[in-house]
């Protein structure tokens, strides 16, 4: 078979793929897609595409098992020994260090996969703190976007192959052998909260003392995908928190975000806290041409303009109800820091005002502008009123992917009682 029919015959395959999978397959990077593609046809002893095309349309359930293969990454665990060594006799000492003895540690694991690393991490941790500090003061976040992944991490059993990597004095310590099972001891499956999270849709996890993301930028061939996903990253960082990369990925901004530990074990630190604007003006690069840069969009150079300038506190929310910008006279308003940004609105002071979970979900559903008038904020300087007006944001498929939050300060209401605000 000729390379022109060999091409056209993936390229097929490749549409089918992407038309009939929930997942945007276009964010892969195509040689690692195609290399996952072959593995699975090896596995079923497919050689040719067009059989393989035909093989998915038979059997409609192959499609689901091949997107799990695609997007699952592949953790290793403990693979990269020196890597995992220099974590947990460098990186994990200097985190506590730097914490008060009862300070929490939060982790994330982003695209955890099964939990395998989840786990690696823990067992360093509680080695590192001894099991009840562990225990009182470590929260680790374990996220994936595929809930068949997420539901394994959270039984948290796993064969040997599975844990081939992970130290026997290790698993001795931390699991029970039931069969041809590993069982991580419930202290730590309890310790790891498992949720299902899309690194490009849905917003950080805040506050976090280490983020772990390994081998799962390199499937990431959009530079603006890349850049977006970094950028959140640093949002989820505490300053000089750390960043745990698998050792064939680099970050590759012309914005240094992010300073170096260790090049050769793909570790770094958190740099310098950014303004919002610098936030919305960090330019990922690409080898042929600079592929987001705002200064080809003069009108959202206009809209931010306009919303930094306007003389009422705005905010923008995501779908989640987390902060995703605020402008000068709202941050000076309820205190708020670039560290707030990505956290949910709920959790912050402004939260003692509106609380907003029960309100986005009033905004799924009614998709229109929701006004509360004369609401009551009570602060150690007294009360204040405000009349509040949220406005939805709608992509043209008609899905909700935020809202604007303006708050006008109003007089003293006539009447003796507030209204006091009632979303849920």
């Known amino acids: 078979?000729?390379?022109?029919?060999?091409?056209?015959?993936?390229?097929?395959?490749?549409?089918?793929?992407?038309?009939?999978?929930?997942?945007?397959?276009?964010?892969?990077?195509?040689?690692?897609?195609?290399?996952?593609?072959?593995?699975?046809?090896?596995?079923?002893?497919?050689?040719?595409?067009?059989?393989?095309?035909?093989?998915?349309?038979?059997?409609?359930?192959?499609?689901?098992?091949?997107?799990?293969?695609?997007?699952?990454?592949?953790?290793?665990?403990?693979?990269?020994?020196?890597?995992?060594?220099?974590l947990a006799n460098k990186i994990i000492p200097q985190i506590i260090q730097s914490k008060h003895p009862d300070e929490r540690i939060r982790v994330w694991i982003a695209g955890s996969a099964c939990g395998q690393e989840a786990y690696a991490v823990s067992m360093l941790l509680a080695e590192a703190l001894g099991i009840e500090q562990y225990?009182?003061?470590?929260?680790?976040?374990?996220?994936?976007?595929?809930?068949?992944?997420?539901?394994?991490?959270?039984?948290?059993?796993?064969?040997?192959?599975?844990?081939?990597?992970?130290?026997?004095?290790?698993?001795?310590?931390?699991?029970?052998?039931?069969?041809?099972?590993?069982?991580?001891?419930?202290?730590?499956?309890?310790?790891?909260?498992?949720?299902?999270?899309?690194?490009?849709?849905?917003?950080?996890?805040?506050?976090?003392?280490?983020?772990?993301?390994?081998?799962?930028?390199?499937?990431?061939?959009?530079?603006?995908?890349?850049?977006?996903?970094?950028?959140?990253?640093?949002?989820?960082?505490?300053?000089?928190?750390?960043?745990?990369?698998?050792?064939?990925?680099?970050?590759?901004?012309?914005?240094?975000?992010?300073i170096p530990v260790s090049m050769k074990h793909s570790i770094f630190y958190k740099a310098e806290n950014l303004s919002l604007q610098e936030y919305l003006q960090i330019r990922p690069e690409s080898a042929e041409k600079k592929v987001f840069d705002f200064s080809d969009f003069p009108f959202i150079r206009f809209w931010q303009a306009a919303f930094q300038n306007s003389p009422f506190a705005l905010l923008a929310v995501d779908c989640c109800g987390c902060l995703i910008m605020a402008n000068e006279q709202a941050s000076t308003l309820?205190?708020?820091?670039?560290?707030?940004?990505?956290?949910?609105?709920?959790?912050?002071?402004?939260?003692?005002?509106?609380?907003?979970?029960?309100?986005?979900k009033q905004l799924n559903r009614d998709r229109s502008l929701i006004s509360k008038k004369n609401v009551e904020w009570t602060t150690s300087h007294g009360n204040r009123y405000f009349d509040i007006h949220i406005t939805p944001i709608i992509k043209p498929s008609g899905s909700l992917i935020g809202a604007n939050l303006t708050f006008i300060a109003v007089p003293l209401p006539n009447y003796k009682r507030s209204i006091p605000v009632e979303i849920g």
Request: charged content about 25%; aromatic content about 12%; hydrophobic content about 35%.
């Open 1 to 86: 078979m000729s390379k022109s029919v060999c091409q056209q015959e993936l390229e097929t395959l490749l549409d089918y793929l992407q038309q009939n999978s929930v997942y945007n397959l276009e964010d892969y990077k195509q040689l690692n897609l195609i290399a996952r593609l072959q593995d699975r046809m090896q596995q079923l002893k497919v050689e040719k595409y067009s059989k393989y095309l035909q093989y998915l349309q038979v059997k409609p359930e192959e499609l689901n098992v091949l997107i799990d293969t695609i997007i699952k990454n592949s953790t290793d665990s403990f693979s990269e020994r020196d890597s995992w060594d220099y």
């Open 135 to 258: 225990l009182q003061r470590v929260q680790i976040f374990a996220t994936d976007r595929e809930e068949d992944a997420l539901n394994k991490g959270r039984q948290g059993s796993y064969n040997d192959f599975e844990l081939a990597d992970i130290p026997y004095e290790f698993l001795s310590k931390y699991s029970e052998q039931i069969q041809q099972f590993y069982v991580f001891c419930p202290e730590l499956r309890r310790s790891i909260i498992f949720g299902r999270q899309d690194l490009v849709m849905n917003a950080p996890i805040s506050k976090i003392d280490l983020l772990v993301c390994r081998n799962v930028l390199k499937y990431f061939d959009d530079a603006k995908t890349y850049a977006t996903i970094l950028i959140r990253f640093h949002f989820a960082l505490r300053d000089n928190g750390f960043l745990f990369l698998g050792k064939t990925e680099s970050l590759t901004n012309d914005k240094q975000i992010f």
């Open 334 to 360: 309820f205190g708020l820091k670039d560290d707030d940004l990505g956290v949910r609105v709920q959790n912050l002071e402004i939260g003692q005002v509106a609380n907003l979970t029960d309100l986005m």
